[in-house]
């Protein structure tokens, strides 16, 4: 067990230099001292008064051990193995003059020659303390002149010694009076870190230290007179800090106004200050062979505030949410003056088996703190007079400010939730209400399972999740409807899922099938609004499905019919996952049908708040399974809905394909799915400038392992990238061979059609007829003598003609001319899909999107339901047909190659093919293919590689139409600005002056007059080193703006986890989809008409999204009133948690 008092030397490197004898961990005599304090404290020199009693020091009676006090062994020896010491109170005026002290100084001052007598016990030079002093409490060991060892002789000699050559030891010393007897250091502390627990005579039982280092011992003095002397010296300096601490306060008020007791200080009279522990960057290595568990221990004064968790096995640790980064720090204005040097932060290395080391010191002022906001700062540790061997020059990185109401809220919140689940890992489960889904016949029955699952606790503001509600058992679901004369063979009748409309139940609770489709199709009477943007509103209803499979069809197993299949209906039991920018929603559970209708009553409508307009709305229809430990909802089929090709103020009816898989090139349908949306704008040219960023990127959270596989499959379908899988891999491979044939036939007809000048502009006119029509024939006379024709003209031929004359001649025009060689082939794209029949996969015009951007004016749209029917299905069998060939031109061109490399090479490739299917396994997480570690990296960079492909494919397409407008505006109008550019006059008198400058032989006169004369090897030299410092401060630029991405995005990842849900699911940013998901021939769309009797929705619930913004705190958007989080100061910038901006 280690001794009350640490040297010194480790506190702080102020305090002693590292060269001095004492700098290792023991002293002469092997007694191994602990670190007390641990605050900045000042150079000996700097001392003004001093006071010294001689006394007996005994070994520590009680250490603290987990935080208690334990007697320790030593102290039943205490009489025996009591030494000889010297008790000094100083008062040091705190200076920063590091470095000043040499070897010389310090050893004068240790053998006593800057003791200064100041007077006797009346204490006259203690009348008052001023700024920047510090009171210390020092233990001295004897040292004598000639070199002996005091220790090895008998104490009362020394003591005996020492009265000689003192006349008493309550006077002071002067500087001109040498001591016989030096003295070096042993251990000290401030006052504030001395407690006096009981005296009893000449004996004084103290409590030195604070915190893990705090030790009692058992002090014996000379005498009763000195113990009380050093009790009075003790209370008076005690009372003079006192004193101090209330003109401190009284003095930052008056220097920073009302505004510090408004803003710092709550109604209570306490400052609050919300500090977050950010990371460490470079801390030294404890410990090779273990490594480095850094953990930071926050005092002030003696009391210990706060205690991180260890980050096990790094020298760059970040401390999160979870580890204990955030702290309130809380206390009176005296307590948090009271200090002489603030607050300190304590680096240690965990040490599962001895004492914890410490790594370094950070110590900040009370000025400091209360000036702080929130912006993010690296403080370097102090790391005292101990020898880092690996170089380190480590930091602590923090961030504090005032804190809110709103901050002590959150870390109330955060408070109690960490000691929510401490109780449960120990078995004491806290009361928490479920959540009870009613529906007049059952109860569901929705509380948490175990400690991984455990929900955010903003869960339920953000997340809605699906309503399942039971039936009775063996409850009728149909009936025949009695006819006239009351007899019950009417129409077929069906109970109404999931429950009648409450204001009409006895009307709605049995309705035909038709009726039911009617029903469903009518406005929704309760909408729940999500999201965060403010760019405009996306209203959508889910309407029903048809034809789904069954996906509660029960199997036999050896005869036996699986429990977990009875426990639901036979038939599937579908929902909607709904999933826009950061918001995660579920409709109702329609159980036990494969056509399911949500009627208006029901959880299926929801308006989204836009915050980008390249979003995309997925959409994953599951069946709903029991809540099983394990079960998980079984995927049917995903939809992504693009809604920027969607026309605001148009109510769209849209069906879509339901496919699980948006890789698989020969997909099967399961299903439709039929929804009603629509958007609303509230600027339509601020839409199109906000379509200028690209989108940020979203990470939503969930709670569960149901939840969170939810939402995989509505976000990517069954195909996981993150697990190994040879058809996966296949995939990709053939999409990229697909583009490359797609590509070629693309390529080679836009060439001949301009090299060739084929026409494909259509236009109409009227020539002149070979034969005029008889005029007794009933025409006009128009068409007597002409007829309508139609032309296609080669506008591209006639344009890449005039393009290469204009360049042959004047070649300085090259750089407009590829800027408007891209615009030409974005608006050639344009238009060429312009004609597609289909008026669902028409893009937005450029003229439309002009508009919007010059006039925020923007067109409605109207589609009838199967809107030119017969000329889709011509074009669609066209491209089947194109396709076709093409795949029978790449089969041909196959079989030719095979059979030029021989039948061997054929075999081969046969036995290759085989083995990779018979070592195929989709369905285990375990694969069982050796060459997995090489082919896994390969499916993750073709998968990078096809994800490039699509976004540069929806692009080009026009399937991102505000981006292709942008692109193509862009290089249209920096073509033109180029224009006026004389590119030619700019390079031919560049390369002049460069020539007739640089390279001409009067180079040879500047060497010997100039280069020679002013640049010496000095010169040269700092020149050098000059560039390396630019070079080594753009590194740590560099590795400053990279670790603080890397701090945002892992406190980011922690943060959403407290908050929202333990699964963290990344949301994509661009349309990353193999296959577009467009709208099949029986949607239409109308324009939307208000209700004229009235159109406020009804809004039943209110979440809000995902996205966190602030500093320190983390603010969501239903904190963003100025009357729910006011700041009681003035706070920093606001910006996105986790961006990447340095």
């Known amino acids: 067990m280690s001794s009350l008092l640490d040297p010194i030397k480790n506190i702080s490197s102020r305090w002693k230099s590292n060269k001095t004898k004492q700098a290792s961990t023991k002293d002469d005599d092997g007694e191994k001292h602990a670190l007390i304090g641990a605050k900045q404290v000042p150079h000996p020199s700097s001392a003004r008064a001093t006071r010294f009693w001689d006394v007996q020091i005994p070994p520590a009676k009680k250490t603290m051990v987990g935080g208690i006090m334990i007697p320790t062994v030593e102290s039943a020896l205490g009489n025996l193995l009591q030494k000889h010491r010297r008790i000094s109170v100083e008062i040091h005026q705190l200076k920063d003059d590091e470095g000043a002290a040499d070897f010389k100084v310090l050893q004068e001052h240790l053998r006593g020659e800057s003791l200064v007598q100041h007077g006797d016990d009346r204490h006259d030079d203690f009348e008052a303390l001023t700024e920047g002093e510090q009171i210390l409490v020092r233990v001295l060991k004897p040292i004598p002149a000639d070199g002996k060892n005091t220790e090895s002789r008998n104490t009362e000699e020394v003591i005996d010694e020492a009265n000689a050559t003192h006349a008493t030891n309550t006077e002071f010393h002067k500087a001109d009076e040498p001591d016989d007897c030096g003295w070096s250091e042993v251990g000290g502390c401030d006052l504030d870190d001395v407690e006096i627990l009981k005296t009893r005579g000449f004996h004084c039982e103290m409590k030195f230290g604070r915190g893990s280092e705090a030790e009692i011992r058992r002090v014996k003095f000379g005498s009763v007179e000195e113990a009380e002397s050093f009790l009075r010296v003790v209370r008076k300096l005690g009372s003079l800090e006192s004193n101090r601490t209330k003109q401190r306060v009284e003095d930052y008020y008056v220097s920073h106004g009302k505004s510090v007791q408004e803003d710092a200080i709550d109604e209570s009279g306490g400052i609050h200050i919300v500090v977050e522990i950010v990371s460490g960057i470079h801390l030294p290595e404890a410990d090779k062979i273990v490594g480095t568990d850094p953990y930071v221990v926050v005092r002030m004064g003696t009391r210990e505030v706060h205690c991180t968790k260890t980050i096990v096995d790094t020298v760059n640790p970040i401390w999160t949410i979870d580890s204990g980064a955030y702290f309130l720090l809380s206390a009176t204005p005296e307590e948090f003056f009271a200090s002489s040097s603030g607050v300190t932060f304590v680096v240690k290395n965990h040490d599962a088996l001895g004492r914890d080391d410490i790594m370094g010191i950070v110590v900040l002022s009370q000025e400091e703190l209360l000036d702080g906001n929130g912006e993010r700062k690296e403080y370097p540790l102090d790391f005292g007079d101990v020898e880092v061997k690996d170089g380190s020059t480590g930091k602590l990185v923090c961030r504090f400010r005032k804190a809110t109401k709103r901050d002590v809220e959150f870390i109330e919140r955060l408070s109690e939730f960490q000691n929510s689940k401490k109780l449960h890992m120990f078995g004491v489960e806290k009361a928490v209400p479920a959540v009870l889904l009613t529906s007049g016949e059952a109860v569901v029955n929705f509380s948490r399972k175990t400690l991984s699952e455990e929900p955010g606790v903003y869960s339920a503001e953000t997340f809605v999740p699906p309503r399942f509600f039971t039936s009775k058992t063996l409850q009728k679901k149909t009936k025949k409807a009695p006819n006239i004369s009351g007899l019950p063979n009417g129409p077929k009748l069906i109970r109404v899922k999931p429950q009648p409309d409450p204001e009409r139940s006895k009307a709605t609770k049995w309705l035909t099938l038709a009726q039911i489709d009617a029903e469903s199709k009518k406005r929704s009477q309760n909408w729940i609004e999500v999201g965060t943007g403010d760019l405009g509103k996306l209203f959508v209803e889910v309407l029903g499905c048809d034809d789904l499979p069954n996906m509660d069809s029960i199997p036999l197993v050896g005869g036996i019919v699986p429990a977990a299949n009875l426990l639901v209906g036979g038939k599937t039991d579908a929902f909607a996952c709904l999933i826009f920018e950061d918001c995660i929603v579920n409709t109702d559970v329609i159980n036990d049908t494969l056509s399911p209708r949500w009627m208006p009553w029901t959880q299926r409508a929801f308006i989204f708040h836009i915050a980008h307009p390249s979003s995309q709305l997925l959409i994953g229809l599951l069946d709903f399974d029991s809540e099983m430990p394990g079960a998980t909802h079984d995927g049917i089929g995903r939809v992504s809905v693009d809604i920027s090709n969607f026309h605001p103020k148009t109510v769209y009816t849209l069906y879509y394909n339901l496919y699980t898989s948006a890789l698989t090139e020969k997909r099967k349908t399961n299903g439709q799915l039929k929804i009603r949306l629509r958007i609303d704008w509230n600027d339509a040219r601020k839409v199109a400038l906000?379509?200028?960023?690209?989108?940020?990127?979203?990470?939503?959270?969930?709670?569960?392992?149901?939840?969170?596989?939810?939402?995989?499959?509505?976000?990517?379908?069954?195909?996981?990238?993150?697990?190994?899988?040879?058809?996966?891999?296949?995939?990709?491979?053939?999409?990229?061979?697909?583009?490359?044939?797609?590509?070629?036939?693309?390529?080679?007809?836009?060439?001949?059609?301009?090299?060739?000048?084929?026409?494909?502009?259509?236009?109409?006119?009227?020539?002149?007829?070979?034969?005029?029509?008889?005029?007794?024939?009933?025409?006009?006379?128009?068409?007597?003598?002409?007829?309508?024709?139609?032309?296609?003209?080669?506008?591209?031929?006639?344009?890449?003609?005039?393009?290469?004359?204009?360049?042959?001649?004047?070649?300085?025009?090259?750089?407009?001319?590829?800027?408007?060689?891209?615009?030409?082939?974005?608006?050639?794209?344009?238009?060429?899909?312009?004609?597609?029949?289909?008026?669902?996969?028409?893009?937005?015009?450029?003229?439309?999107?002009?508009?919007?951007?010059?006039?925020?004016?923007?067109?409605?749209?109207?589609?009838?339901?199967?809107?030119?029917?017969?000329?889709?299905?011509?074009?669609?069998?066209?491209?089947?047909?194109?396709?076709?060939?093409?795949?029978?031109?790449?089969?041909?061109?196959?079989?030719?190659?095979?059979?030029?490399?021989?039948?061997?090479?054929?075999?081969?490739?046969?036995?290759?093919?085989?083995?990779?299917?018979?070592?195929?396994?989709?369905?285990?997480?375990?694969?069982?293919?050796?060459?997995?570690?090489?082919?896994?990296?390969?499916?993750?960079?073709?998968?990078?590689?096809?994800?490039?492909?699509?976004?540069?494919?929806?692009?080009?397409?026009?399937?991102?139409?505000?981006?292709?407008?942008?692109?193509?505006?862009?290089?249209?109008?920096?073509?033109?600005?180029?224009?006026?550019?004389?590119?030619?006059?700019?390079?031919?008198?560049?390369?002049?002056?460069?020539?007739?400058?640089?390279?001409?032989?009067?180079?040879?006169?500047?060497?010997?007059?100039?280069?020679?004369?002013?640049?010496?090897?000095?010169?040269?030299?700092?020149?050098?080193?000059?560039?390396?410092r630019r070079k080594m401060k753009e590194l740590r630029e560099s590795a400053t703006t990279r670790q603080t991405k890397r701090e945002d995005l892992t406190k980011l990842k922690y943060l959403k986890r407290y908050m929202f849900g333990h699964y963290l699911l990344e949301l994509p940013r661009f349309k990353e989809s193999r296959y577009v998901d467009v709208p099949l021939m029986a949607s239409h769309a109308s324009p939307f008409v208000a209700n004229t009797a009235g159109d406020g929705l009804k809004i039943t619930s209110r979440k809000y999204g995902q996205q966190i913004t602030g500093s320190i705190i983390p603010e969501r958007e239903i904190e963003k009133s100025p009357t729910e989080a006011s700041p009681l100061s003035k706070s920093s910038e606001v910006k996105v948690y986790g961006s990447t901006d340095a």
Request: proline fraction near 6%; aromatic fraction near 12%; hydrophobic fraction near 45%.
């Open 690 to 1028: 906000a379509s200028m960023e690209l989108p940020p990127q979203v990470y939503i959270n969930v709670a569960t392992s149901r939840d969170y596989n939810t939402a995989i499959f509505t976000c990517e379908g069954k195909d996981d990238r993150n697990v190994f899988n040879l058809g996966t891999l296949t995939e990709h491979v053939d999409e990229i061979q697909g583009y490359y044939k797609d590509l070629i036939p693309i390529l080679r007809a836009a060439v001949f059609t301009v090299l060739l000048w084929r026409g494909h502009f259509p236009i109409r006119m009227r020539v002149p007829r070979c034969f005029p029509l008889s005029p007794m024939e009933d025409r006009r006379f128009v068409d007597r003598f002409t007829e309508e024709v139609t032309m296609f003209l080669p506008l591209h031929s006639l344009s890449a003609f005039i393009f290469g004359v204009v360049l042959a001649e004047h070649y300085n025009l090259l750089p407009s001319f590829i800027l408007f060689t891209i615009s030409w082939l974005m608006f050639a794209t344009s238009g060429y899909l312009s004609h597609n029949p289909s008026p669902w996969q028409k893009p937005i015009s450029f003229p439309e999107l002009f508009s919007a951007l010059a006039f925020g004016q923007t067109d409605v749209h109207t589609i009838q339901p199967y809107q030119n029917k017969d000329a889709i299905e011509k074009h669609d069998a066209w491209k089947k047909e194109e396709r076709k060939k093409l795949g029978e031109e790449a089969e041909k061109k196959v079989a030719l190659g095979s059979l030029a490399k021989g039948e061997g090479e054929v075999a081969a490739m046969n036995d290759v093919a085989e083995v990779e299917m018979a070592t195929k396994n989709e369905g285990l997480g375990i694969s069982f293919n050796p060459l997995e570690p090489i082919l896994f990296p390969l499916q993750q960079n073709l998968h990078k590689l096809c994800i490039g492909s699509r976004i540069t494919r929806s692009l080009i397409t026009w399937q991102e139409p505000l981006y292709a407008f942008w692109i193509a505006t862009a290089c249209l109008i920096v073509g033109i600005v180029f224009l006026v550019v004389p590119w030619a006059f700019l390079m031919r008198w560049t390369i002049r002056v460069v020539i007739w400058l640089l390279l001409g032989p009067w180079m040879k006169l500047v060497d010997i007059y100039y280069v020679k004369r002013t640049q010496s090897d000095k010169d040269i030299q700092e020149a050098e080193m000059a560039q390396l």
